[in-house]
């Protein structure tokens, strides 16, 4: 695309078969239609055997949908879904290194209780703090503590699962995963 901005944002999820060259052969498609891949997030199933790609992607409706259909033709591809962030779990997580000099470990650590973060490591001129969430909260999170000095930043990338919908073991493009 010209303008990542361009159109909507998008939530596309997939069942794959977990094996090498998949993850490429997916990513690879998208970047052939002009896409780019704001954010992914890969990891395995409840099978083994499975892998989940949730991908967010911004674009025009048509055209994502044809994305879709492109993706179900992969042979490794087992389901291929939009997901509607609206009826959708939707989560992200990062890991947020922050400067924390003894005065502002107080006000970091009042502020990741507030976010519902954790801290998961500290040292005497720092802090690592866990968040997770939407995008927006962690985004908003981030803005926080940009005044004490962000020296590191680490984001997964959203991972989503549709709300209240029944497995589905094919590749139509409505429904759940198998």
Do not use: C, W
């Not at 020296?151 to 198998?178: D, Q």
């Amino acid at each position: 695309m010209e303008n990542e901005n361009q159109g909507q944002r998008y939530v596309i999820g997939a069942i794959v078969e977990h094996q090498p060259g998949v993850l490429f052969r997916v990513t690879n498609m998208i970047r052939r239609r002009g896409f780019n891949i704001q954010s992914i997030s890969v990891g395995l199933t409840e099978r083994k055997e499975l892998a989940r790609i949730t991908l967010v992607v911004n674009g025009d409706k048509r055209l994502v949908e044809q994305v879709v259909k492109q993706l179900n033709k992969l042979v490794e591809v087992i389901k291929v879904s939009l997901i509607n962030p609206e009826r959708a779990v939707v989560r992200e997580l990062a890991l947020i290194k922050v400067n924390a000099p003894k005065g502002a470990k107080s006000e970091i650590i009042n502020y990741a209780k507030i976010f519902k973060g954790h801290i998961v490591d500290a040292s005497p001129k720092s802090l690592i703090v866990e968040v997770t969430g939407d995008s927006d909260k962690i985004d908003a999170f981030i803005e926080l503590l940009k005044p004490h000095g962000i020296k590191e930043v680490a984001r997964t990338g959203i991972t989503a699962l549709s709300r209240g919908i029944e497995p589905v073991n094919n590749k139509t493009e409505s429904g759940g995963f198998p």
